[in-house]
């Protein structure tokens, strides 16, 4: 996506209500799953300067796609991150990182916050060890949909397969699922 269209993505964006976005720097073909630098970071600035023109706080994300896209360089994940920095990111994210050490030098690489996802096996870590890396900003992604859906599996397996009801003994009841979500 050219930087002009990723600027006017960020504008509809704005437009339908949406407080922040998060811009990829893959671009989908598995034969070059990166966009060249110069031309990621032309993206980042596009959208900085979109997000930046409107009139409410809008927060970018830039992301460096490097492990979830068969590209696991640390150097080059850092050397994108500060360029995205540069090109006016509010938030640097690089999903993936293999371990807190990665964490820890992506961290002290850039000014910005920096986002950690959890949720991918053997590399979510605890929040005080984040925190300790330097991490600012953490997301879920989908990781507790598939708790819930891992739940909701369990229990019908076990009400299917063995008749029982055990996984009962360990949900809340109507009454404090209400009071726990505000109801």
């Given at each position: 996506m050219i930087p002009r269209s990723?600027?006017?993505?960020?504008?509809?964006?704005?437009?339908?209500?949406?407080?922040?976005?998060?811009?990829?720097?893959?671009?989908?073909?598995?034969?070059?799953?990166?966009?060249?630098?110069?031309?990621?970071?032309?993206?980042?600035?596009?959208?900085?300067?979109?997000?930046?023109?409107?009139?409410?706080?809008?927060?970018?994300?830039?992301?460096?796609?490097?492990?979830?896209?068969?590209?696991?360089?640390?150097?080059?994940?850092?050397?994108?991150?500060?360029?995205?920095?540069?090109?006016?990111?509010?938030?640097?994210?690089?999903?993936?990182?293999p371990d807190l050490e990665a964490v820890r030098a992506v961290c002290?690489?850039?000014?910005?916050?920096?986002?950690?996802?959890?949720?991918?096996?053997?590399?979510?870590?605890?929040?005080?060890?984040?925190?300790?890396?330097?991490?600012?900003?953490?997301?879920?992604?989908?990781?507790?949909?598939?708790?819930?859906?891992?739940?909701?599996?369990?229990?019908?397996?076990?009400?299917?397969?063995?008749?029982?009801?055990?996984?009962?003994?360990?949900?809340?009841?109507?009454?404090?699922?209400?009071?726990?979500?505000?109801?």
């Amino acid at each position: 996506m050219i930087p002009r269209s990723v600027a006017e993505t960020i504008r509809l964006a704005s437009g339908v209500g949406l407080a922040g976005a998060s811009i990829e720097d893959s671009t989908g073909n598995p034969e070059a799953p990166l966009y060249e630098l110069t031309l990621a970071a032309e993206r980042i600035a596009a959208a900085a300067e979109a997000a930046h023109s409107l009139p409410y706080p809008f927060l970018l994300t830039a992301r460096a796609e490097n492990y979830v896209r068969g590209k696991p360089d640390l150097e080059d994940v850092i050397r994108r991150l500060t360029t995205y920095e540069q090109a006016g990111a509010d938030v640097l994210f690089a999903p993936a990182l293999p371990d807190l050490e990665a964490v820890r030098a992506v961290c002290a690489a850039v000014r910005k916050p920096v986002n950690f996802m959890v949720g991918v096996k053997g590399k979510s870590f605890c929040l005080a060890d984040l925190q300790a890396a330097g991490v600012r900003r953490i997301s879920f992604a989908t990781s507790l949909y598939r708790a819930a859906m891992t739940g909701l599996l369990g229990a019908a397996r076990e009400a299917k397969d063995h008749g029982t009801f055990e996984y009962l003994q360990t949900t809340l009841t109507t009454p404090e699922l209400n009071a726990a979500l505000g109801i």
